[in-house]
Nanobody, 123 residues
Framework: QVQLVESGGGLVQPEGSLRLSCAAT????????MGWYRQVPEKQRELVAT???????NYADSVKGRFTISRDNAKNTVYLQMNSLKPEDTAVYYC?????????????????WGQGTQVTVSS
C-alpha cells in the first residue's frame, strides 16, 4: 500500500521561509506528476505547484517567484520551498502523487494524497 508522509509545516512570521517534504512509501516503483495543494476552511482545495518526472514545473500565479517545487526521484520525495511567506499563504498543505500501475494489459494511474500539514503565517 502506498502512503504519502508530509513534514515541515509550522508557524512562521511574514516574509519568513518554510520547506515542506513529502515522501512516498510502500510499493512504489515509479511516480508520475507530483504536486502540492492547499486548502483553507470553507474553500476548495487549490493547486499550488506541480512537477513532472522530467522536472517540468507549474505554479499558481499567487506563488510564482516565491515558491519552488522540486523532487528527488530516487527517494520518491517532493519538496516545496516557500519564501517570502504572506498571511494569505496560511492553509493546510497537501501533497499528491500520481502513481502508475498495470491492470492486466492496461496502463492505469491512481492519485494518492498526504495527510496534510498546517502552515500558519502570522506575526
Amino acid at each position: 500500500q502506498v502512503q504519502l508522509v508530509e513534514s515541515g509545516g509550522g508557524l512562521v512570521q511574514p516574509e519568513g521561509s518554510l520547506r515542506l517534504s513529502c515522501a512516498a512509501t510502500g510499493s512504489v516503483f515509479s511516480i508520475n506528476t507530483m504536486g502540492w495543494y492547499r486548502q483553507v476552511p470553507e474553500k476548495q482545495r487549490e493547486l499550488v505547484a506541480t512537477i513532472t518526472t522530467g522536472g517540468s514545473t507549474n505554479y499558481a500565479d499567487s506563488v510564482k517567484g516565491r515558491f519552488t517545487i522540486s523532487r528527488d526521484n530516487a527517494k520518491n520525495t517532493v519538496y516545496l520551498q516557500m519564501n517570502s511567506l504572506k498571511p494569505e499563504d496560511t492553509a493546510v498543505y497537501y501533497c499528491k502523487a500520481r502513481i502508475p500501475y498495470w491492470s492486466g494489459s492496461y496502463y492505469r494511474q491512481n492519485d494518492y494524497w498526504g495527510q496534510g500539514t498546517q502552515v500558519t503565517v502570522s506575526s
